[in-house]
């Protein structure tokens, strides 16, 4: 019912800034998930979530892994279904391939193994931190 295109990963120098986009495309035209958002796996580890978008009733709620509070802000543009993540003061822990994912909450918490019971998974997009 989605299908989820990201770009923007390249390699950057750490301490340096990036932005991921992430286009939405329904295939039912109705379609809309309650929340989107973004994963990364790095080599050799589990993927996870790095930030979370919902929307309700009273508002969207955001929700950010630990590691990357204060330096990633993920936000919208509802009218081109467009999704992003500004990265910025980028570290080399930082390397991973990115996606972009979309469910139906709940939870409002970007989780791997919701995505993958009952959401959508981009195709991914590198981004390589070099130290």
């Known amino acids: 019912q989605m299908q989820l295109a990201e770009s923007g990963g390249r390699v950057v120098q750490a301490g340096g800034s990036l932005k991921l986009s992430c286009v939405a495309s329904?295939?039912?035209?109705?379609?809309?998930?309650?929340?989107m958002g973004w994963f990364r796996q790095a080599p050799g580890k589990k993927r996870e979530g790095v930030a979370g978008?919902?929307?309700?009733?009273?508002?969207?709620?955001?929700s950010y892994v630990d590691s990357v509070k204060e330096r990633f802000t993920i936000s919208q543009d509802i009218a081109k279904k467009l999704l992003f993540l500004q990265m910025n003061s980028l570290k080399p822990e930082d390397t991973a391939m990115y996606y972009c994912?979309?469910?139906?909450?709940?939870?409002?918490?970007?989780?791997?193994?919701?995505?993958?019971?009952?959401?959508?998974w981009g195709q991914g997009t590198q981004v390589t931190v070099s130290s």
């Open positions: 994912a979309s469910w139906d909450s709940p939870p409002f918490d970007p989780i791997v193994a919701v995505v993958t019971a009952r959401g959508f």
């Open positions: 329904p295939i039912t035209p109705t379609f809309r998930p309650d929340c």
């Open positions: 978008l919902c929307w309700g009733a009273n508002g969207n709620k955001t």
